[in-house]
């Protein structure tokens, strides 16, 4: 009993510190660590950037890529909930203008907004044209247009890149592989320019010019240029981030409104209120002391799962507050399941501390297989959703994680520290529950 109440003190000043340090010490951290908002909420800030699709074939195709791309660079962990559009005008008039339009909620500076979309590389693989080294070194202003001739192999095609080192001279390389399509089209370039300069260009500059010696039927080929570690490191986190398929041009900005603002967000924080005073109103009723303990076990939750989506961060839009809000009302289902088996031995005559242990026994087995089933479901959600639903599975196994430890960890240690050695009515009846006395 007294190793539990030592623990028990441990957490309490351990959450409390983290409520203090991530929720309420705002004059001090506040700007570090701010919840964030979706565009519903809060709004934001609208880009627009025009795409050249002049020089592919599929431009439907290219722009999707391109949507996919500066999402997954934006919403890496798919709970930033961006607005991304692909916009075509001017079909009538026979020229089409392809547009990516790209709303970042809680964002009010144009520049900080345009930041957050990182560098736009647009990775190509060229031929050298006949004659390019006189032509260099007749005019060292020549473009890449005038040196390389476009191939189909552009960074559409790439499947992933990473730091690699060059095993006799230690020499930071960037090795690269392309995807099914890009692995195909790569053989036959390489097959049928055997002895030709195949240059990698990115951003519009020649990073390598290497020599096509054979065929690479693999899809793997490394980028060289004397790069220094950090300077492998940075291409390598850009390329992964999504070489661009199409080169874009930013084009204009303005600030959105929010659609729902503050009084949805302030009505929504008031029912969660009014919901938890009327949750744990029951819990304490019902389950008496154990009852006392779910919410104190209920409110490190709360705090837990608040300084997560904060150091994550993840975007809070109506939806997700409602869902945080319904997540708080399912995080005592493990807590009630104990309860409920907890009585049961009391009633076959045990004594408190080991009705407890009994109880969590035998309530940890269907505590598992439910929480496992939502995790599994959380991760499919990942797995297969995009851009909000990837958030929602996001929080969804984040709060299935941290209730089952505030349920396991949290009321376990908190209710062995304070069960009786010796039994008595009101001790019994403290830690039945209903309108059952022992």
Same mark, same amino acid.
């Given at each position: 009993?007294?190793?539990?109440?030592?623990?028990?003190?441990?957490?309490?000043?351990?959450?409390?510190?983290?409520?203090?340090?991530?929720?309420?010490?705002?004059?001090?951290?506040?700007?570090?660590?701010?919840?964030?908002?979706?565009?519903?909420?809060?709004?934001?800030?609208?880009?627009?950037?025009?795409?050249?699709?002049?020089?592919?074939?599929?431009?439907?195709?290219?722009?999707?890529?391109?949507?996919?791309?500066?999402?997954?660079?934006?919403?890496?962990?798919?709970?930033?909930?961006?607005?991304?559009?692909?916009?075509?005008?001017?079909?009538?008039?026979?020229?089409?203008?392809?547009?990516?339009?790209?709303?970042?909620?809680?964002?009010?500076?144009?520049?900080?907004?345009?930041?957050?979309?990182? *560098?736009?590389?647009? @990775?190509?693989?060229?031929?050298? *044209?006949?004659?390019?080294?006189?032509?260099?070194?007749?005019?060292?202003?020549?473009?890449?247009?005038?040196?390389?001739?476009?191939?189909?192999?552009? !960074?559409?095609?790439?499947?992933?890149?990473?730091?690699?080192?060059?095993?006799?001279?230690?020499?930071?390389?960037?090795?690269?592989?392309?995807?099914?399509?890009?692995?195909?089209?790569?053989? *036959?370039?390489?097959?049928?320019?055997?002895?030709?300069?195949?240059?990698?260009?990115?951003?519009?500059?020649?990073?390598?010019?290497?020599?096509?010696?054979?065929?690479?039927?693999?899809?793997?080929?490394?980028?060289?240029?004397?790069?220094?570690?950090?300077?492998?490191?940075? =291409?390598?986190?850009?390329?992964?981030?999504?070489?661009?398929?199409?080169?874009?041009?930013?084009?204009?900005?303005?600030?959105?409104?929010?659609?729902?603002?503050?009084?949805?967000?302030?009505? !929504?924080?008031?029912?969660?209120?009014?919901?938890?005073?009327?949750?744990? =109103?029951?819990?304490? =009723?019902?389950?008496?002391?154990?009852?006392?303990?779910?919410?104190?076990?209920?409110?490190?939750?709360?705090?837990?799962? @608040?300084?997560?989506?904060?150091?994550?961060?993840?975007?809070?839009?109506?939806?997700?507050?409602?869902?945080?809000?319904?997540?708080?009302?399912?995080?005592?289902?493990?807590?009630?399941?104990?309860?409920?088996?907890?009585?049961?031995?009391?009633?076959?005559?045990?004594?408190?501390?080991?009705?407890?242990?009994?109880?969590?026994?035998?309530?940890?087995?269907?505590?598992?297989?439910?929480? /496992?089933?939502?995790?599994? /479901?959380?991760?499919?959600?990942?797995?297969?959703?995009?851009?909000?639903? *990837?958030?929602?599975?996001?929080?969804?196994?984040?709060?299935?994680?941290?209730?089952?430890?505030?349920?396991?960890?949290?009321?376990?240690?908190?209710?062995?520290?304070?069960?009786?050695?010796?039994?008595?009515?009101?001790?019994?009846?403290?830690?039945?529950?209903?309108?059952?006395?022992?």
């Amino acid at each position: 009993m007294r190793k539990h109440a030592i623990i028990s003190l441990i957490l309490l000043v351990f959450f409390g510190l983290i409520g203090w340090y991530f929720l309420f010490n705002q004059s001090v951290q506040g700007a570090r660590y701010p919840f964030r908002y979706g565009l519903d909420l809060v709004g934001g800030t609208e880009l627009v950037y025009t795409a050249d699709t002049s020089k592919v074939d599929d431009a439907s195709g290219a722009m999707e890529t391109l949507k996919e791309v500066i999402e997954r660079r934006v919403n890496i962990f798919g709970v930033s909930e961006p607005l991304v559009q692909v916009e075509r005008a001017g079909l009538i008039s026979g020229n089409p203008t392809n547009r990516l339009i790209v709303e970042l909620p809680g964002y009010k500076d144009v520049e900080e907004a345009k930041n957050s979309l990182g *560098k736009t590389p647009v @990775l190509e693989f060229r031929l050298a *044209k006949p004659g390019f080294e006189e032509i260099a070194a007749n005019n060292p202003q020549a473009t890449v247009d005038e040196l390389f001739a476009p191939t189909d192999l552009t !960074g559409r095609y790439l499947s992933r890149a990473r730091v690699e080192f060059n095993p006799t001279t230690g020499e930071a390389v960037v090795g690269i592989e392309f995807n099914a399509d890009g692995k195909n089209l790569f053989a *036959k370039i390489t097959r049928e320019n055997k002895g030709e300069v195949l240059a990698i260009i990115l951003d519009g500059s020649a990073i390598s010019i290497p020599i096509i010696q054979d065929e690479i039927s693999d899809g793997k080929a490394q980028i060289t240029g004397a790069f220094t570690p950090e300077e492998a490191k940075d =291409l390598v986190r850009n390329l992964n981030y999504g070489a661009l398929p199409v080169p874009i041009e930013f084009s204009g900005s303005q600030l959105i409104g929010a659609t729902l603002g503050e009084a949805a967000l302030d009505a !929504g924080v008031r029912a969660g209120l009014i919901g938890f005073a009327a949750l744990s =109103l029951f819990l304490v =009723l019902w389950y008496r002391l154990p009852g006392f303990v779910s919410v104190v076990a209920l409110v490190s939750y709360i705090i837990l799962s @608040l300084a997560i989506f904060k150091l994550i961060p993840v975007t809070l839009s109506a939806a997700g507050v409602a869902g945080f809000i319904l997540s708080i009302g399912m995080a005592v289902d493990a807590n009630v399941l104990i309860f409920e088996r907890t009585k049961e031995e009391l009633k076959n005559g045990k004594n408190i501390p080991n009705a407890l242990h009994e109880g969590f026994h035998r309530a940890w087995l269907s505590i598992r297989d439910s929480n /496992t089933s939502s995790i599994i /479901t959380a991760i499919v959600l990942f797995w297969l959703g995009t851009s909000a639903v *990837k958030g929602f599975a996001l929080t969804l196994g984040i709060g299935v994680l941290v209730s089952m430890f505030t349920a396991l960890t949290l009321s376990r240690t908190f209710l062995f520290a304070i069960a009786p050695k010796s039994d008595s009515g009101f001790k019994r009846f403290l830690f039945s529950n209903g309108f059952h006395i022992k």
